[in-house]
């Protein structure tokens, strides 16, 4: 069964962007365009609260007829947005949802009617009033949707001046050896045995089916990184210590472990390493996935958190915010 996207555009750089990033990442895949109209004036949608008055009837044709300018224009947008998405390589159909506040209500129920698998939204829209505003929308939708939502960075660049080349690296040469996007690179999956991160590794799997994956398990020691632990990290203390650390190690590989044999039983070419946090888990995150050059970073929402592993809840929201690299984020089920 082919895979369904749905992206959220409004026009903006932003958004158009993310069209193309959409055709790059997912060449030929069946995709929908969703608009939503700018919400009407606020003197319209509750007239009592600014002590307008109108004549008996006239609020309702106002209403309608500005309804309809709007809905107008939204398809407009969205045809636009098809254009744009078809040059990209993309099997791309409008949907114009009615004006509603806030957007990422109905861009939801778009996204569900037409069977998507994924929504994708720009990290930010024009924020004018005849837009949907998609930085806020993005960030609403991160921590309400109940779809895999992808979040593409504006720097995010796949002109040809862009991409990096399509070339295979020499043997040993590092990632960022050849700079750019790499829309056929690897893809990094974030993994600490939760559901969320099950279920992300899962909806990789059927969006990007063969794709080489690395999974990492990003920890943290508790114990070594403490200063209160380590002015008594002595002999005995010591040893203790060590031992512990240790066994945070041993769990980690043991987790990575889990998660390779779960992202190829989805069907990924996937590696795993597990890494010990330096600068923070999001930091960590986006650092390798630079480092290996990553076409899209996958993440769940949230994770079991606590001294044994990464917190996903708050890694997604960092790398949302601070990713050079698309993210994938999907909640738990």
């Not at 008996?56 to 044709?61: A, N, T, V």
């Amino acid at each position: 069964m082919a895979v369904q996207l749905a992206i959220a555009y409004d026009g903006s750089p932003s958004a158009a962007n993310a069209v193309r990033v959409t055709g790059a990442l997912f060449p030929a895949t069946p995709t929908t365009i969703v608009t939503v109209p700018a919400p009407l004036p606020p003197a319209v949608r509750d007239p009592s609260r600014w002590l307008v008055n109108f004549p008996s009837g006239s609020l309702e044709r106002v209403e309608t007829q500005l309804e309809a300018e709007l809905v107008e224009a939204a398809g407009e947008i969205a045809a636009e947005g098809v254009a744009q998405a078809q040059a990209g390589g993309l099997e791309a159909e409008p949907v114009v949802t009615r004006p509603h506040a806030p957007p990422w209500e109905v861009l939801l129920a778009a996204a569900r009617r037409v069977g998507a698998e994924a929504l994708v939204c720009g990290a930010r829209g024009r924020g004018e009033l005849a837009r949907a505003v998609l930085g806020s929308t993005s960030i609403s939708l991160l921590h309400h949707a109940d779809l895999p939502l992808i979040v593409v960075p504006d720097d995010v660049d796949v002109s040809p001046g862009g991409l990096a080349s399509m070339e295979p690296l020499a043997q040993g040469a590092p990632a960022f050896a050849a700079p750019g996007y790499r829309p056929d690179g690897r893809i990094l999956i974030a993994y600490d045995g939760s559901a969320a991160a099950d279920r992300a590794i899962d909806t990789a799997g059927r969006l990007l089916p063969g794709r080489e994956a690395t999974i990492v398990h990003v920890w943290e020691s508790q114990y070594r990184r403490s200063r209160a632990v380590s002015a008594i990290a002595r002999g005995e203390v010591g040893e203790v210590v060590s031992a512990l650390d240790q066994a945070l190690a041993d769990e980690a590989d043991e987790t990575t472990a889990a998660g390779v044999r779960r992202a190829q039983a989805a069907g990924l070419d996937a590696t795993g390493e597990a890494v010990e946090a330096d600068r923070g888990v999001w930091r960590t995150v986006r650092a390798l996935a630079t480092d290996r050059g990553a076409s899209l970073i996958v993440t769940g929402a949230r994770g079991i958190g606590g001294a044994r592993s990464a917190l996903l809840g708050s890694v997604s929201s960092g790398l949302v915010h601070n990713a050079d690299t698309p993210v994938l984020v999907v909640h738990a089920p």
